[in-house]
């Protein structure tokens, strides 16, 4: 394949968020170059399992949607952002009936299922437990038909280019280790999560916040960054990945029980097993702290549910358990939390515009506040695809720019001396464990500091050279900072965010979202997202 030097669009990700705004740009008539680190169906999007949320009937249904994602999100939510998200979800999810999506129906009806914090059952699956990988499908059949999208697998994007102040393009690796430069009308992140910044994490590897660091080094602004979310739920086997068991399974009725084999929900919030997922996440973790610091185990336990079949309910993740010897109708399972979802990200208005002119970003990457603190349950498919295709609205109005062409290299990121014997894998697990013991689930100001001198002094040790594990660990190095001086400076618990040195809400002086841009420091600011940023 030849290298591409220029297209109408660059769009940074082939997830929903991505692939939905490539089919909006296409269809508009523009040439758009999706590019993907790895295969196509490599991205967060082909993991999701429990479902998509959406509001199907009417306006109860979507005004309680409204009501469950605000409430979900403990005080932070955009408002505006989340009623754009469940009014426009319907019209979106429409669209991908017609396009071949094929969820799950009974006697032709679409089947609903319930997960946490939902008040309603309003989630759409697919064979059972393989959602995102279904959606991901029909959307790369539709794009893959159009003749003016380009998809590009195996390509890095490494950079952003910028000239006079406006995002013109991109700097490309591609697996034999070229790199070029595209230049572009404007470049839509659309590149996903962060959880590899993290040792325990349910996303794949290329989820590296390869975007938001891009971003960063840019000089957009960055949002919320001190909200991620941690999955009550992934399995925990020894020295088996921390594959995700979705909240459907608690949805259908599955209890979590203790090292004592007893439930433990009620002490923790009335909503027992579909208590909000911080509050899940920190109850198990206190359960399986022993008395004397041990760890004890946590289950998760189908035993007593008789009403469905949860092989057949949930035959992706009973295989993968089956693997390791674990039946949901025969044994509790295992299980402690992991790093999940990014509620923070590149602040966007709800058109997906960043603070930088003519860079966009939507999905998991981007910030409208939708979430607020904490996402509700299979909120994020249905946001890529909102805001995936608001964002190609608002790019096929950008006019051609009068710099398009001139390109010179951003040039952003700095070499550095290579001290022998240091390698980057090396390097990434230390960061991730860092990252998990000062900056998971319970976090204070003295583990958090302890946490970014280790990450400066590991900086001070990075090899130099230009491939991708490099690029990756110099963003995941980012996204850590990030999230840690944004911890730092929430000195309140809210959502995802936990402070043990601050345990309570703080109103008053937080109900806002976390603001940082490259040479400034943490602001707090109420987000009016209608506006255009730039
Ligand atoms: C195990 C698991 C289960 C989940 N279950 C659900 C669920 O049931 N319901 C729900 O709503 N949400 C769920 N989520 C969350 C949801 O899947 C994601 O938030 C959502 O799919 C993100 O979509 P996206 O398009 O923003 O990014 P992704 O789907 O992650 O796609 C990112 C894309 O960007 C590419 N990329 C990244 N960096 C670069 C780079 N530098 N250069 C080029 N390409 C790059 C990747 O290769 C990939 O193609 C789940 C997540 C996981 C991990």
Same mark, same amino acid.
């Given at each position: &394949?030849?290298?591409?030097?220029?297209?109408?669009?660059? !769009?940074?990700?082939? @997830?929903?968020?991505?692939?939905?705004?490539a !089919?909006?740009?296409?269809?508009?008539?523009?040439?758009?170059?999706?590019?993907?680190?790895?295969?196509?169906g490599?991205?967060?999007?082909?993991?999701?399992?429990?479902?998509?949320?959406?509001?199907?009937?009417?306006?109860?249904? #979507?005004?309680?949607?409204?009501?469950?994602?605000?409430?979900?999100?403990?005080?932070?939510?955009?408002?505006?952002?989340?009623?754009?998200?469940?009014?426009?979800?319907?019209?979106?999810?429409?669209?991908?009936?017609?396009w071949?999506?094929?969820?799950?129906?009974?006697?032709g009806?679409? &089947?609903? $299922?319930?997960?946490?914090a939902?008040?309603?059952?309003?989630?759409?699956?697919?064979h059972?437990?393989?959602?995102?990988?279904?959606?991901?499908?029909?959307?790369?059949?539709?794009?893959?038909?159009?003749?003016?999208?380009?998809?590009?697998?195996?390509?890095?994007?490494?950079?952003?280019?910028?000239?006079?102040?406006?995002? $013109?393009?991109?700097?490309?690796?591609?697996?034999?280790?070229?790199?070029?430069?595209?230049?572009?009308?404007? #470049?839509?992140?659309?590149?996903?999560?962060?959880?590899?910044?993290?040792?325990?994490?349910?996303?794949?590897?290329?989820?590296?916040?390869?975007?938001?660091?891009?971003?960063?080094?840019? @000089?957009?602004?960055?949002?919320?960054?001190?909200?991620?979310?941690?999955?009550p739920?992934?399995?925990?086997?020894?020295?088996?990945?921390?594959?995700?068991?979705?909240?459907?399974?608690?949805?259908e009725?599955?209890?979590?029980?203790?090292?004592?084999g007893?439930?433990?929900?009620?002490?923790?919030?009335?909503?027992?097993?579909?208590?909000?997922?911080?509050?899940?996440?920190?109850a198990?973790?206190?359960?399986?702290?022993?008395?004397?610091?041990?760890?004890?185990?946590?289950?998760?336990?189908?035993?007593?549910? $008789?009403?469905?079949?949860?092989?057949?309910?949930?035959?992706g993740?009973?295989?993968?358990l089956?693997?390791?010897?674990?039946?949901?109708?025969?044994?509790?399972?295992?299980?402690?939390?992991?790093?999940?979802?990014?509620?923070?990200?590149?602040? $966007?208005?709800?058109?997906?515009?960043?603070?930088?002119?003519?860079?966009?970003?939507?999905? /998991? #990457?981007?910030?409208?506040?939708?979430?607020g603190?904490?996402?509700?349950?299979?909120?994020?498919?249905?946001?890529?695809?909102?805001?995936?295709?608001?964002?190609?609205?608002? &790019?096929?109005?950008e006019?051609?720019?009068p710099?398009?062409?001139?390109?010179?290299?951003?040039?952003?990121?700095?070499?550095?001396?290579?001290p022998?014997?240091?390698?980057t894998?090396?390097?990434?697990?230390e960061?991730?464990?860092? &990252?998990?013991?000062?900056?998971?689930l319970?976090?204070?100001?003295?583990?958090?500091?302890?946490?970014? /001198?280790?990450?400066?002094?590991? /900086?001070?040790?990075?090899?130099?050279?230009?491939?991708?594990?490099?690029?990756?660990?110099?963003?995941?190095?980012a996204?850590?900072?990030?999230?840690?001086?944004?911890?730092?400076?929430?000195?309140?618990?809210?959502?995802?965010?936990?402070?043990?040195?601050?345990p309570?809400r703080?109103?008053?002086?937080?109900?806002k979202?976390?603001? !940082?841009?490259?040479?400034?420091?943490?602001?707090f600011?109420?987000?009016?997202?209608?506006?255009?940023? #730039?």
């Amino acid at each position: &394949m030849g290298e591409i030097a220029e297209a109408d669009f660059v !769009i940074v990700g082939a @997830g929903i968020a991505g692939l939905r705004a490539a !089919i909006g740009l296409a269809a508009a008539g523009a040439r758009v170059l999706v590019v993907t680190k790895e295969a196509l169906g490599e991205s967060n999007t082909s993991y999701a399992q429990g479902g998509i949320a959406v509001a199907m009937s009417g306006h109860e249904d #979507v005004a309680l949607h409204l009501e469950d994602t605000v409430s979900a999100g403990d005080g932070l939510v955009n408002r505006e952002a989340a009623r754009v998200l469940v009014e426009e979800g319907p019209q979106r999810v429409e669209e991908l009936l017609r396009w071949g999506t094929n969820f799950d129906r009974e006697n032709g009806q679409l &089947m609903l $299922t319930r997960e946490g914090a939902h008040s309603r059952n309003r989630i759409l699956h697919a064979h059972g437990d393989a959602t995102g990988a279904e959606i991901g499908r029909a959307l790369l059949r539709h794009a893959r038909a159009m003749p003016n999208i380009t998809l590009r697998d195996w390509t890095t994007t490494i950079d952003l280019t910028i000239t006079d102040g406006f995002v $013109t393009g991109v700097r490309l690796l591609a697996r034999n280790g070229h790199t070029n430069q595209v230049s572009a009308r404007a #470049v839509l992140l659309a590149s996903g999560g962060a959880g590899q910044v993290y040792s325990d994490t349910t996303n794949p590897a290329v989820a590296t916040g390869d975007g938001i660091a891009m971003a960063w080094r840019a @000089g957009a602004e960055i949002a919320d960054m001190e909200f991620y979310q941690f999955h009550p739920t992934a399995l925990s086997l020894p020295g088996v990945q921390r594959f995700l068991l979705s909240e459907a399974l608690r949805g259908e009725g599955a209890y979590l029980i203790n090292s004592r084999g007893e439930r433990f929900m009620d002490r923790y919030h009335p909503l027992l097993e579909l208590a909000p997922r911080d509050v899940v996440a920190r109850a198990i973790t206190r359960e399986g702290m022993g008395p004397n610091g041990e760890t004890l185990p946590v289950y998760l336990d189908m035993r007593h549910i $008789t009403a469905i079949d949860p092989t057949t309910r949930f035959p992706g993740i009973s295989k993968f358990l089956a693997r390791h010897k674990l039946d949901l109708r025969r044994d509790p399972v295992p299980v402690r939390p992991a790093a999940h979802y990014l509620m923070g990200g590149v602040r $966007t208005d709800i058109h997906g515009r960043t603070s930088l002119p003519r860079l966009y970003a939507a999905g /998991e #990457v981007a910030c409208t506040g939708v979430h607020g603190a904490n996402r509700l349950a299979s909120n994020s498919l249905l946001e890529g695809l909102v805001f995936g295709a608001r964002a190609a609205e608002a &790019m096929a109005a950008e006019k051609p720019s009068p710099r398009f062409g001139t390109l010179p290299s951003f040039g952003s990121m700095q070499s550095k001396a290579h001290p022998p014997g240091i390698s980057t894998d090396h390097l990434r697990t230390e960061l991730q464990c860092v &990252m998990w013991q000062h900056a998971g689930l319970l976090r204070d100001h003295e583990g958090l500091k302890n946490g970014r /001198e280790r990450i400066r002094e590991a /900086e001070g040790e990075n090899p130099q050279g230009n491939d991708r594990p490099l690029v990756e660990l110099w963003n995941l190095q980012a996204i850590a900072k990030l999230i840690i001086r944004s911890a730092l400076a929430r000195t309140e618990s809210r959502g995802a965010h936990f402070r043990s040195d601050f345990p309570h809400r703080d109103d008053a002086r937080f109900q806002k979202h976390s603001v !940082i841009a490259k040479g400034k420091e943490v602001s707090f600011v109420e987000f009016s997202t209608s506006e255009i940023l #730039v």
